[in-house]
DNA sequence: GTGAAAGCGCTAACAG
DNA sequence: CTGTTAGCGCTTTCAC
């Protein structure tokens, strides 16, 4: 519209009758330019409300330095924090984020890897959804040698670099932590089976029991999405079956919330007629009651690594080789499975 | 680097021989190439992996198809939903988002919002930080007339859009609600005195008690942040001074969490011992035990109006006037605060 | 219906 | 140290 124009590097060459190279080089800091030149030049700008444009910049120096980001949701504490040091470290690094959300819908999760393409993003950082199967889209991206680091859940397929937790060694050890307080009946809440991160928790908890001569009851395993209606479902199935366990492992914060609903509903104490333990921890963890014992992810850490290993191959494509990172997990306990049990025989 | 050339619409033309303008054209639906013409050179472009450059596209437009974000937080139940909403409603009307965290942090603010500048988007949401009092920033997007909506957290000078809930209804309404529980000895943990909405919130507890015939202590209102650790030493305060009240209207759900902590520690039951309702929910407000009780926030809406008004102002600018819109709370009773209180006299 | 020319605002390469 | 030239990939007139 009839909207006021920007001011432009030749709006300020001409005001000091120099060539707008001039004015572009000393903005950037070029050693070119003398140094009472360069103040002149950045008071100026100042004076003139240059603001310099990202766009015309970008498309000239083919590079946006800029990272896409893409995560299938947002109000989780999780993705929030894990998010939120991501923004960090590239803020740090002078780098500006797109941030997408897929809502863990695989149809926009490729909308927006395609809108991040366009807009020449100079890499991608992406935790796929939980129905993400079909692979095409990255290899098309391996293909057009656009940067690519997978973030905590990873695709199955090819070879590209990627930061994950030890969903495995973290399940196991809550799993066994569990057994060593006295439990025999065990639960486990799961995620959908195609996930990385679902099927290595379900296998640390499987494992953990078979390694504790514990028998796996079927029954027991429920695979589910991530929220707490999931964990609020299933404990409910069991309770009709009428075939309780005395712990349950849960494959999300959001599952534990939805166990401790039902247990509410049902009338069970949570702790002493049922125990819970989940994976992942939460600003809210240590305020319900009583407090959930959880494994304990680097979130802050994930996504910084996350922005070290898409800068590295940014850098440095050519010579890169995908790197996979494993950061390790804690278990952190609270209230929850927190006394020994003393088993009442049969 | 060596890296792969994208395909331009150049390339596409030297292979159907026709000039690029006939490409660009076809692919964005112009009405001047026949059907047969589109559907062969969308075909093609298809065929040969073309990803159109926004970059030079937005350049040559002088649009950019981008609303910028601005927001104090992300890892929190209401910004996080907040900007769910956003992207939704952007997501379908073609827009993309450029969301900027400030982290409570003023200086990273600004120049969060001259990079959006920079970047070219065609307009600014933004809900400011806590510390936010400088306003140049704000004059200067208008004089370069960036169209821009305040959400939530608004800006004290000057006459620009927003959308808020109503702070000082929802407030007035918990707190009246408090009363007639049966409760006199009311008060309010605060937010920073500054921010609009702390002192809607304020505002509206004050008001309550005093047309009730209630005397405020001013002993029982504590400015802090908004954060759990505010609530938590709010408390633990109180206590030290051996004058507890017997209800608490926390600004946000964090403060409240805080104030569980506190009870906790201080061997006190919430909602027998002392009672809690706070403003805005969350998606744990309900599993905490006693579940919280709190005025309910339309974030949902809150986001889809914001991003309505944006466009609106985006697509006439000209002829555009600021908008003032405040949506409605709700009070949501859960368990806290929920049962009326036989006074026992003094 | 199609295309040639010009330009968006900036940077890179090279010349002076 | 400073400036000239060319071009990034696309869209917008305006001719044909």
New interface residues.
Partial sequence: ????Q?ITLNDIAKVLNVSKVTISKALRNHPDISIRMKDLIKKTAIEM?Y??????R??SAKK?NTIGLVVP?????FF??V??AI??AA?ENNY??????T?ENQE?ENKYI??L????VDGIIISITQNTVDCSMFE?IR???VPIVFLDRVVECGDFSCVTVEDYAGSYKATEHAIKMGYTKLAHFAGPKEINISRERYRGFVNALTDNNIRVNEEWIIHGGYS?VDGYNALMKLAEAGNLPEFIFTVTY?VA?GV??AA?KLGLKISQDIDVICFGDS??N????PSLSCVYQPTEKLGREAVKMILEQINN??NYNPVKLELPTDLVIRETCSKKRITVPG
């Fill in positions: 519209m009839a909207k006021i920007n409300g603001s310099p444009n990202f766009v015309a970008n498309l946006t949701k947002i109000a989780h504490f929030g924090s998010i939120e923004y960090d803020f500006e984020i797109i941030l997408t959300v809502q926009k395609q809108s393409l366009s807009m020449r098309s293909e057009k040698e707490d959001p919330l401790y609903a509410q600003d809210v240590r305020f319900i009651s494509y050519e």
